[in-house]
């Protein structure tokens, strides 16, 4: 015996493959990814797991690029390439024992076609963290723990060049290139940096009172040369002052005052030849 089929089941018989049709487009479009990398950056493309298959490692691109339109759920994992400065904050007793704060700047790149290696082996995105930041810091302290506070500033590009040598050693057989390592601003204890201006100070002080002592001595040596200059005149003077140039002298002052205008009566003591008298100097 034959069923006649309704017209509801007709109805759906016919809108159904329409319906799972559009549900796989839909889910088609869904599914599909197309992974990108910026410039400077190289991508790592891998799949995510299905309910069926492995997923994992797709390929790799350089950026600017996209990896294609997939119907696999491919994503990617963006590194960036370019040279880049991870800095570090310290704050390390001294060889003295003096607790000193300082910044260790480094500038790290990684070569380019390694992003493979870079997320398999070294954490991707969190490579620094991972596998430089501490082995950095541990030979920041190792180094500078062998000097004294008072010449760490003097001191600073050595300590960066042997930082430098260490850390480029250690990243030598993997995909980081150390480009090289600055040291920052180093920054004493207060009651430290308050006994070194003192100090200035104090070699300020010491520098403007050498200063003045140099100033006084010559001035010393002016006034000894000055007195050398009176005493050599007044023994010259002495030398020629003889009773008979005296006389002479006196002479020709009273010859001057007698021929003067003036009604004044000038007294002179003279001796037997009727001269002015003249004491000898001697």
Not at 38 to 65: D, H, L, N, W
Not at 214 to 230: F, P, S, T
């Amino acid at each position: 015996m034959k069923f006649k089929r309704s017209g509801t089941q007709t109805l759906l018989s016919s809108v159904f493959p329409s319906l799972a049709l559009a549900g796989l487009v839909a889910v088609s479009l869904t599914a599909c990814t197309n992974p990108s990398t910026p410039a400077g950056e190289e991508g790592y493309v891998f799949e995510k797991p299905r309910v069926f298959g492995e997923g994992g490692y797709q390929g790799t691109m350089i950026g600017p690029a996209n990896y294609g339109m997939s119907l696999w759920r491919n994503q990617v994992i963006n590194i960036d390439m370019r040279p880049n400065t991870y800095t570090e904050a310290f704050k390390i007793l001294a060889n003295d024992d003096l607790n000193i704060s300082f910044d260790f700047h480094a500038v790290i790149s990684i070569e380019s076609g390694s992003v493979r290696a870079v997320v398999e082996q070294y954490g991707g995105e969190d490579w620094y963290p991972r596998f430089v930041r501490e082995t950095f810091r541990t030979y920041v302290r190792d180094i500078v723990q062998q000097y004294d506070s008072g010449v760490l500033k003097t001191n600073r590009e050595k300590i960066a060049s042997e930082v430098t040598a260490r850390l480029k050693a250690y990243l030598e057989p993997t995909p980081f290139k150390l480009a090289n390592v600055v040291v920052g601003n180093i920054n004493y204890p207060a009651i430290v940096a308050n006994a070194v201006e003192k100090k200035l100070a104090a070699q300020q002080l010491l520098s403007e009172k050498e200063t003045q002592k140099e100033i006084a001595r010559k001035d010393a040596e002016i006034r000894v040369e000055e007195a050398k200059g009176i005493a050599q005149a007044q023994k010259i003077i002495n030398a020629t002052l003889t009773p008979n140039y005296l006389q002479h002298e006196a002479i020709n002052a009273q010859l001057k005052m007698a021929e003067s205008p003036n009604h004044t009566t000038v007294y002179i003591p003279v001796g037997n030849n009727g001269v002015p008298l003249v004491k000898g100097t001697n």
